[in-house]
T-cell receptor
Framework: DAGITQSPRHKVTETGTPVTLRCHQT?????MYWYRQDPGHGLRLIHY???????DKGEVSDGYSVSRSKTEDFLLTLESATSSQTSVYFC????????????????FGPGTRLLVL | AQSVAQPEDQVNVAEGNPLTVKCTYS??????LFWYVQYPNRGLQFLLK??????LVKGSYGFEAEFNKSQTSFHLKKPSALVSDSALYFC?????????????FGTGTQLKVEL
């Protein structure tokens, strides 16, 4: 999985509680992404980062925040979890070697399965 | 806005037969197209991508994809399917963000290869 780890791998939580998911990479890649995967929707981009402290919103960012204080770590926080945030969350990286990066391949972590009761 | 359509939720094929998984796209500007595969309880694995040049792109595990600009399609193909190819396949198109690339995925096609 391209040197990407995600923790935890599984989590069950209750509605209204805060949850933080961690993505860790070992190869100092510039770009990092958070997606969620839901049946019938494929994967949808939540937030992405183009450097330390540089982040921006994706397609489905409501209810989520992110932080990147170190190159290797990208955190996704659900401030107050809701049942609609039950999903599988994937982190991805791209290497940032070529210009704006639009042509670059993204490599995905193993995923975190989150259940909000 | 960019989008991807995978019109088949599931494709069934017999082992040894050729397989095709369909994908059509909509994007302004040049299309950058990707195929990924997902095995159960795993992350997505990159198969191949089209950036420019030859319309037939070869990738991992014997897969290839044919880019057709006039039909805005990027179908995934393999000449001879294996049972081990059974998995969930995603097509994606790339768009520009503030940096890096924003992948827009199709809804996925479940490929089932039977003996």
């Amino acid at each position: 999985d391209a040197g990407i780890t995600q923790s935890p791998r599984h989590k069950v939580t209750e509605t209204g509680t805060p949850v933080t998911l961690r993505c860790h990479q070992t190869e100092n890649h510039r770009y990092m992404y958070w997606y969620r995967q839901d049946p019938g929707h494929g994967l949808r981009l939540i937030h992405y980062s183009y450097g330390v402290k540089d982040t921006d919103k994706g397609e489905v960012s409501d209810g989520y925040s992110v932080s990147r204080s170190k190159t290797e770590d990208f955190l996704l926080t659900l401030e107050s979890a809701t049942s609609s945030q039950t999903s599988v969350y994937f982190c991805a990286i791209s290497k940032g070697l070529a210009g704006s990066g639009i042509q670059e391949t993204q490599y995905f972590g193993p995923g975190t399965r989150l259940l909000v009761l | 806005a960019q989008s991807v359509a995978q019109p088949e939720d599931q494709v069934n094929v017999a082992e040894g037969n050729p397989l095709t998984v369909k994908c059509t796209y909509s994007v302004s500007g040049n299309p950058y197209l990707f195929w990924y595969v997902q095995y159960p309880n795993r992350g997505l694995q990159f198969l191949l991508k089209y950036i420019t040049g030859d319309n037939l792109v070869k990738g991992s595990y014997g897969f290839e994809a044919e880019f057709n600009k006039s039909q805005t399609s990027f179908h995934l193909k393999k000449p001879s399917a294996l049972v081990s190819d059974s998995a969930l396949y995603f097509c994606a198109v790339s768009g520009v963000t503030g940096g890096g690339n924003k992948l827009t995925f199709g809804t996925g096609t479940q490929l089932k290869v039977e003996l």
